[in-house]
């Protein structure tokens, strides 16, 4: 399959706690972020976006954290479960253009 | 995946040889992209498109060429292979009023 990377850093968290997983971005001007998730072998899958007129912004079980003083932005993961066991990666949108810049990702592995 | 296909997934060629991938989507969207993603790099974006013939270079365009003739086709073409774009190949397709980028799931191309 495909691999994303042997050098990311990685986030080993115990089954059932929440994990945090954190992004700088670029651009200060950058006016929408996603958060990806992406399994061995697999194409990046869409987990949760937030446009950058919001601080927070909630799914299930995962909430997205911005913060624009200091170009950060997080993701939590309440409860991890054995699967969500993936890469994870930020992405920022160029504003004017439907362009993308790509974080390079953290591993997320969970721990029975 | 939203309906992306690539084809093919795997491919082994040889430097200087031309090669076109191909990626397929079903479900009507406008904006169309191609990326590589090399370990400690993330994501790049080669090329996309922005409609029917419309297409933009991204940060690594060099050696690689796209045509979008058709709504649901986007191909790539290295048009002289080199082992320095041996790499994992997303496309990716969005569309709608959502900026969401939706993933096919990657063709492993390497050229020896």
């Known amino acids: 399959g495909e691999s994303v990377g042997l050098h990311l850093p990685t986030l080993s968290v115990q089954e059932g706690d929440n994990s945090i997983i954190n992004c700088a971005y670029s651009?200060?001007?950058?006016?929408?972020f996603i958060w990806y998730k992406q399994e061995s072998g697999k194409g990046p899958q869409f987990i949760i976006d937030i446009r950058s007129n919001m601080d927070k912004r909630q799914g299930q079980r995962v909430t997205v954290l911005l913060n624009k003083t200091v170009k950060h932005l997080s993701l939590q993961i309440a409860a991890t479960q054995p699967g969500d066991s993936a890469v994870y990666f930020c992405?920022?949108?160029?504003?004017?253009?439907?362009?993308?810049?790509f974080g390079t990702g953290t591993r997320l592995k969970v721990l029975a | 995946d939203a309906g992306i296909t690539q084809s093919p997934r795997h491919k082994v060629t040889e430097t200087g040889t031309p090669v076109t991938l191909r990626c397929h989507q079903t479900e009507n969207h406008r904006y169309m992209y191609w990326y590589r993603q090399d370990p400690g790099h993330g994501l790049r974006l080669i090329h996309y498109?922005?409609?029917?013939?419309?297409?933009d270079k991204g940060e690594v365009s060099d050696g690689y060429s796209v045509s979008r003739s058709k709504t649901e086709d986007f191909l790539l073409t290295l048009e002289s292979a080199t082992s320095s774009q041996t790499s994992v190949y997303f496309c990716?397709?969005?569309?709608?009023?959502?900026?969401?980028?939706?993933f096919g799931p990657g063709t492993r191309l390497t050229v020896t």
């Open positions: 498109s922005y409609g029917v013939k419309d297409t």
């Open positions: 990716a397709a969005q569309g709608g009023a959502s900026y969401e980028q939706y």
């Open positions: 992405a920022e949108k160029n504003p004017g253009t439907y362009k993308y810049i």
């Open positions: 651009n200060s001007a950058s006016d929408y």
